[in-house]
C-alpha cells in the first residue's frame, strides 16, 4: 500500500500567486481531512470531506482558501490568491468512515510564501 | 513584534529510561483515543489507540492507559531508545460527532539522549 501521497512536496511562490496541493487518498477510504501545521497554532484542521462531499470546512481561514474532491483517489487545496501567513505544512489524511477511526496522513506539503 | 510560537512541553530521557507521555482531554462523550508520534520533516504516524471501555491497552514497547474519571491519557513507552525522539500527540474522537474526526492534543516532545 502506497499510504496517502501528497504533492509537491515543497512549494515556494510569490504573494499573491495560487496555490494547488494535491492529495491521493488511501484506497477504499471514505474520508479525507486536510490539516495545516505551524510552529504558532499547532495541527488544524481546514476541512474534511467523507464520500467525497464537505461535511465541515469551518476551519478554511478564508475565502482565499477552497478545497474540492471530484472522486474517491483525489482531492485538491487551493489558495488564490496566497499570502506569507499562509506558509506552514499542509497535510492530507484519510480514514475509513466506519470505524477505527485512525487517521493516515500524507507527508506533506511545506508551503512557502515569500 | 516579537512572535510567539507553540511552546511545547519536552520531555527529556536517557535511552532506556521508561517514558510517560501525559495529555489531559477535553470532551467527555470522546470514546476513541489515538496517540500518534511525529518525526521532524514528517507525517503524523499512528502509534497505538484505545476505546473508551478499556482502561489499558499494550502494543510493542508502548501502553496507553485511559482514565475517564479525570479525562486524562498516557503513554508509556519502555526502554525508550534514540529513534523514539518525536513530538507525540494524543487526539479524541467525539462519540457523537458521527464522523471519523479526531481532536488533537498540542503535542509533547519527546527527546531521547544516548
Redesign the interface.
Known amino acids: 500500500d502506497a499510504g496517502?501521497i501528497q504533492s509537491p512536496r515543497h512549494e515556494v511562490t510569490e504573494m499573491g500567486q495560487e496555490v494547488t496541493l494535491r492529495c491521493k487518498p488511501i484506497s477504499g477510504h471514505n474520508?479525507l481531512?486536510w490539516y495545516r501545521q505551524?510552529?504558532?497554532?499547532?495541527?488544524e484542521?481546514l476541512i474534511?470531506f467523507?464520500n467525497n462531499v464537505p461535511?465541515?470546512d469551518s476551519g478554511m481561514p478564508e475565502d482565499r482558501f477552497s478545497a474540492k474532491m471530484p472522486n474517491a483517489s483525489f482531492s485538491t487545496l487551493k489558495i488564490q490568491p496566497s499570502e506569507p501567513r499562509d506558509s506552514a505544512v499542509y497535510?492530507c489524511?484519510s480514514?475509513?468512515?466506519s470505524?477505527?477511526?485512525?487517521?493516515?496522513?500524507?507527508?506533506?506539503t511545506r508551503l512557502t510564501v515569500t | 513584534g516579537e512572535s510567539v510560537g507553540l511552546h511545547l512541553p519536552t520531555l527529556s530521557v536517557q535511552e532506556g529510561d521508561n517514558s510517560i507521555i501525559n495529555c489531559a482531554y477535553s470532551n467527555s462523550a470522546s470514546d476513541y483515543f489515538i496517540w500518534y508520534k511525529q518525526e521532524s520533516g514528517k507525517g503524523p504516524q499512528f502509534i497505538i489507540d484505545i476505546r473508551s471501555n478499556m482502561d489499558k491497552r499494550q502494543g510493542q514497547r508502548v501502553t496507553v492507559l485511559l482514565n475517564k474519571t479525570v479525562k486524562h491519557l498516557s503513554l508509556q513507552i519502555a526502554a525508550t531508545q534514540p529513534g523514539d525522539s518525536a513530538v507525540y500527540f494524543c487526539a479524541e474522537n467525539p462519540m457523537n460527532s458521527g464522523y471519523s474526526t479526531l481532536t488533537f492534543g498540542k503535542g509533547t516532545m519527546l527527546l531521547v539522549s544516548p
Not at chain 1, 38 to 43: D, H, N, P
Not at chain 1, 99 to 108: A, I, K, V
Open positions: 496517502v474520508s481531512f505551524t510552529m504558532m497554532r499547532g495541527l484542521l474534511y467523507n461535511i465541515d497535510f489524511a480514514s475509513l468512515n470505524g477505527p477511526y485512525e487517521q493516515y496522513f500524507g507527508p506533506g
